[in-house]
């Protein structure tokens, strides 16, 4: 009987009502939209490599190693000599090693020497290993694959020439031996998309003819003589490791930061990239704040719709308590009218944010590699819901306890 009461209040007052629910669903489809963001930015960061047990640089800390290793930002304190390299790849319960080679750009992105391993070891978003969108792996020594955003960003296909410059923002070209695109890889959302891939090779043979980060005087490099000579890398920057068991991490880790030839450092990538993230996730907590915050002023806006109409409602107030209605029953009615707003904006709310990630959610992966899974909603998303209705409810227990005040006398005035 109550609810039909509420139902036909509701409805009589259509036009209020439906922009209150309105308002109600932005604002939680706000919040629940920048906690779905949030929880797919986190686990796209912390997938941006995967499959890795370990990553080996200088000595420096954690998070600058994984910064400049894995994401491309800075510089590394120091190298790691070829010999130690060798040294980690013989160590015992090493399953493979890739080894990483920094320092050289191509008009603002990055320049990574590597192996051809490096193609098949590493892994993103839970294992999911690199693809080529066009070509393959590097053949030739002046061969380079590039990443996505380097393609759409420079307009590069297969075969095209491409300089790389010495050091970073360095207008000092190694034009001497000019690479080839021979490959372009898949958009993934991490720091490869942004990469130019060559050879450790193609690294040692690039600077033969440079001394104390000049090219020598009068110097030509010639490439077709390069490719005849033994090219042995001096150094590299960081290595990825993996092993054949990950229960002999820690044991590992723990021989190369003791490594007595040399300062090195060892780390787990899932742990710096927590700590990393403990650092930049900040403005997550900001903006959860802030849209809790939007949730909230919905919800007073609802409670000031239902007290504002209250002195429209007098005279059905009366009525109900001409008609032997109980106080509580009027307060009843209010609150359960505030219940079904908050409800009904909670449930639009929760289509709208799923609605708009089945339409966004191709664009959000392949625009800014940001992965968010439709998925049922979990104990999170449901508990938010709940307590929106919960509050919601609240909120009209503000008009409730105004409308119990008001005196049948009061009503009947009204009707006069």
């Known amino acids: 009987m109550l609810l039909r009461l509420a139902l036909r209040s509701l409805l009589n007052r259509r036009l209020t009502v439906a922009l209150t629910i309105f308002a109600t669903a932005l604002s939680v489809g706000l919040f629940l939209g920048v906690e779905k963001v949030r929880t797919g930015a986190r686990s796209s960061f912390a997938d941006t490599v995967s499959g890795v047990d370990l990553i080996v640089g200088a000595r420096s800390g954690p998070v600058q190693l994984l910064l400049y290793s894995v994401f491309r930002i800075g510089n590394a304190t120091n190298n790691i000599t070829w010999e130690s390299y060798e040294d980690i ?17 191509h008009r603002g992105f990055r320049v990574l020497g590597t192996t051809r391993e490096y193609f098949t070891r590493y892994r993103y978003r839970g294992g999911q290993p690199l693809a080529f969108a066009a070509g393959g792996r590097f053949d030739d020594l002046f061969d380079a694959v590039i990443g996505a955003d380097v393609a759409a960003a420079l307009g590069y296909r297969l075969g095209d020439p491409l300089v790389v410059a010495h050091g970073l923002a360095s207008f000092s070209l190694h034009d001497d031996a000019p690479f080839r695109v021979a490959g372009i890889l898949e958009k993934t959302g991490t720091p490869v998309d942004r990469t130019v891939h060559v050879s450790l090779a193609a690294i040692e043979a690039i600077h033969i003819d440079w001394q104390s980060g000049a090219r020598a005087s009068g110097a030509r490099l010639d490439p077709d003589a390069v490719r005849q000579l033994e090219l042995r890398p001096q150094a590299i920057t960081a290595a990825l490791v993996g092993l054949d068991s990950r229960l002999g991490v820690f044991r590992l880790q723990r021989a190369i930061n003791d490594y007595p030839e040399e300062p090195l450092l060892a780390v787990l990538p899932g742990v710096a990239l927590q700590e990393l993230w403990s650092v930049v996730g900040v403005a997550e907590t900001a903006l959860a704040g802030v849209s809790a915050m939007v949730v909230a002023t919905a919800l007073l806006g609802m409670a000031a719709m239902i007290l504002a109409g209250l002195n429209e409602r007098r005279r059905e107030m009366a009525i109900l308590r001409a008609v032997g209605a109980r106080p509580r029953v009027v307060v009843g009615l209010l609150l359960l009218e ?78 006069q």
């Open 89 to 105: 790849a013989a160590m015992q319960g090493v399953d493979w090693i890739v080894p990483l080679s920094l320092g050289d750009s």
């Open 338 to 415: 505030a219940g079904l707003i908050s409800a009904a904006g909670a449930a639009l709310g929760l289509g709208t944010v799923y609605g708009g990630l089945a339409i966004a959610q191709p664009f959000l992966d392949s625009a800014w590699g940001l992965y968010i899974p439709i998925e049922a909603p979990g104990a999170g998303e449901l508990g938010v819901l709940a307590a929106v209705v919960a509050a919601g409810t609240a909120a009209g227990l503000i008009p409730a306890w105004r409308a119990y005040r008001m005196s049948l006398a009061d009503g009947m005035t009204v009707m």
